[in-house]
């Protein structure tokens, strides 16, 4: 059975969020080791490291998020550290479902390199809002017809660690749209990957500057229910 590691990246910032985030990784039907990267705050890293003892903590000691990078440099460097053969992440506002990890593991076992869940939305809060199925879809429709729009955020994948280590540093660069910047790397270097069709990656809104609103899901979903006359070829029941 293949090994599998999640990384979420923190400042220590969103305690609340992380615990929920924590909690969902070590519930998994399909048991990962969980490495926790804290990022430039000694205090947190002490917080996190007595709250979570049996975890694999880690520390840097200077920022390596900033202006648009968002830590993302410490994903790009992840898979070079870890030793198990799968690797996922999950920021530390967001969560899995229980079965989030083994259905992944499920389609890369099938002869995949990776692959990929749709999410559910949430609000800060954690209330649940609605399902996205409008936008991040891999290769399914997209509502909107733009070129290159189709992706999935990378809290959504695993992936083979040795893969994602040739692709990485597309991670660690700057600016808004790295996760279709990295979709589109990882598809065309790595052409075996599939889709579970189902919701298993939570999504919290409001964890950045560019966060979409509730609204954008609704009118998104709505089009393409229109598209499809109600009825979506991905979901499953």
């Given at each position: 059975m293949r090994?599998?590691?999640?990384?979420?990246?923190?400042?220590?910032k969103?305690?609340?969020?992380?615990e929920q985030c924590?909690?969902?990784?070590?519930?998994?039907?399909?048991k990962?080791?969980?490495?926790?990267?804290c990022?430039?705050?000694?205090?947190?890293?002490?917080?996190?490291?007595?709250?979570y003892?049996t975890?694999?903590?880690?520390?840097?000691?200077a920022?390596?998020?900033?202006?648009?990078l968002?830590g993302?440099?410490?994903?790009?460097?992840?898979?070079?550290l870890?030793?198990e053969?799968?690797t996922?992440f999950?920021?530390?506002?967001?969560?899995?479902?229980?079965?989030?990890?083994?259905?992944?593991?499920?389609?890369i076992?099938?002869g995949?390199d990776?692959a990929?869940s749709f999410?559910?939305?949430?609000?800060?809060n954690?209330?649940?809002?609605l399902l996205d199925?409008?936008?991040?879809?891999g290769?399914?429709?997209?509502a909107w017809?733009v070129?290159?729009?189709?992706?999935?955020?990378w809290?959504?994948?695993?992936?083979?660690t040795e893969?994602l280590?040739?692709?990485?540093?597309?991670?660690?660069?700057?600016?808004y749209?790295?996760d279709r910047?990295?979709y589109?790397?990882a598809k065309?270097i790595?052409?075996?990957?599939?889709?579970t069709?189902?919701h298993?990656?939570?999504?919290?809104?409001?964890?950045n500057?560019?966060?979409?609103?509730?609204?954008?899901?609704?009118?998104?979903?709505k089009?393409i229910l229109?598209?499809?006359?109600?009825k979506?070829p991905?979901?499953?029941i």
């Open positions: 090994t599998a590691a999640v990384v979420t990246v923190t400042n220590g969103r305690p609340k969020e992380l924590v909690a969902s990784i070590s519930s998994q039907t399909y990962a080791k969980h490495y926790i990267l990022d430039g705050d000694w205090d947190s890293y002490m917080a996190i490291r007595w709250l003892s975890l694999k903590v880690c520390f840097w000691d920022p390596i998020g900033g202006k648009d968002e993302r440099r410490w994903l790009a460097a992840a898979p070079h870890i030793n053969e799968v996922f999950c920021n530390d506002d967001d969560w899995y479902e229980a079965d989030h990890v083994q259905t992944i593991m499920e389609k076992n099938e995949n990776w990929y999410r559910k939305v949430f609000d800060k954690g209330e649940f809002l199925n409008c936008e991040a879809l290769e399914a429709y997209s017809n070129e290159n729009h189709h992706f999935v955020d809290c959504m994948w695993g992936m083979k893969c280590k040739a692709i990485s540093g597309v991670l660690s660069n700057k600016g749209g790295i910047t990295f589109a790397t065309q790595f052409p075996k990957f599939v889709g069709n189902l298993t990656f939570c999504f919290r809104l409001g964890g500057k560019y966060s979409v609103k509730k609204e954008f899901f609704e009118m998104g979903n089009e229109k598209r499809f006359n109600g979506l991905w979901i499953l």
